[in-house]
């Protein structure tokens, strides 16, 4: 059974940092492009960050030089380091696996407010 657990949200004020966790079990995580997408009320969820099998990284423009995304393939756990938030950032967070088969977590929130 595929299991995408999210974890590190929370609330933090503008300006501030988070760093989210996404451990996978079930899957062959190395060979997974991960990704992490995020869904504000009322919006459609949207592409936050990804990153490949062999670490390439693609970013949407709104997150660029704030949030970054790493793996360590070691732990199955795909990371979204999170600084200079906005409330614009706010939105429950999603961790996705994409390969031969596409898999979703069930998020994690995160609001930005003081």
């Known amino acids: 059974q595929v299991q995408l657990v999210e974890s590190g949200g929370g609330l933090v004020q503008p300006g501030g940092s988070l760093r989210l966790s996404c451990t996978a079990s079930?899957?062959?995580?190395?060979?997974?492009?991960m990704g992490w997408y995020r869904q504000a009320p009322g919006k459609q969820r949207e592409l936050v960050l990804t990153?490949?099998?062999?670490?390439?990284?693609n970013a949407a423009d709104s997150v660029r030089g704030r949030l970054n995304i790493t793996r360590d393939n070691a732990k199955n756990t795909v990371y979204l380091q999170m600084g200079g938030l906005k409330p614009e950032d706010t939105a429950r967070y999603y961790c996705?696996?994409?390969?031969?088969?596409?898999?979703w977590g069930l998020g994690t929130q995160v609001t930005v407010s003081s």
């Open positions: 079930g899957i062959m995580f190395s060979i997974y492009t």
């Open positions: 990153i490949s099998s062999s670490g390439g990284t």
């Open positions: 996705n696996a994409y390969g031969t088969r596409v898999h």
